[in-house]
Nanobody
Framework: QLQLVESGGGLVQPGGSLRLSCAAS????????IGWFRQAPGKEREGVSC????????YYLDSVKGRFTISRDNAKNTVHLQMNSLKPEDAAVYYC????????????????WGQGTQVTVSS
């Protein structure tokens, strides 16, 4: 059974950093693109970042470019999202999701989702 588990969320002050992790079990991440999404209360889910499996090409939401970095650690079957210079508007529940090979345009195409990790940015 494909399972993804997010970790690393927490409370951080504006300008601070967090590193989220998405650990896979039941399958190897080598063959999957991994996307990070977030959803804040009262807002729609939005795609934050994605890394493909084939050429490890990456995608970032415009508002996080230059601040967030997605990376793969296939040896540990984990994908990380390094988040720096966090802003209050980054606060949300962050989810990771898997899709075979490449990052799809439609989030609905991701077949496996984690349960989410809460990120709170507040002074």
């Amino acid at each position: 059974q494909l399972q993804l588990v997010e970790s690393g969320g927490g409370l951080v002050q504006p300008g601070g950093s967090l590193r989220l992790s998405c650990a896979a079990s039941g399958f190897t991440l080598d063959y999957y693109a991994i996307g990070w999404f977030r959803q804040a209360p009262g807002k729609e889910r939005e795609g934050v970042s994605c890394v493909s499996s084939s050429d490890e090409s990456t995608y970032y939401l415009d508002s996080v470019k230059g601040r967030f970095t997605i990376s793969r650690d296939n040896a540990k079957n984990t994908v990380h999202l390094q988040m720096n210079s966090l802003k209050p508007e980054d606060a949300a529940v962050y989810y990771c999701a898997a899709h075979k090979w490449s990052c799809p345009k439609d989030p609905a195409d991701f077949g496996s989702w984690g349960q989410g990790t809460q990120v709170t940015v507040s002074s």
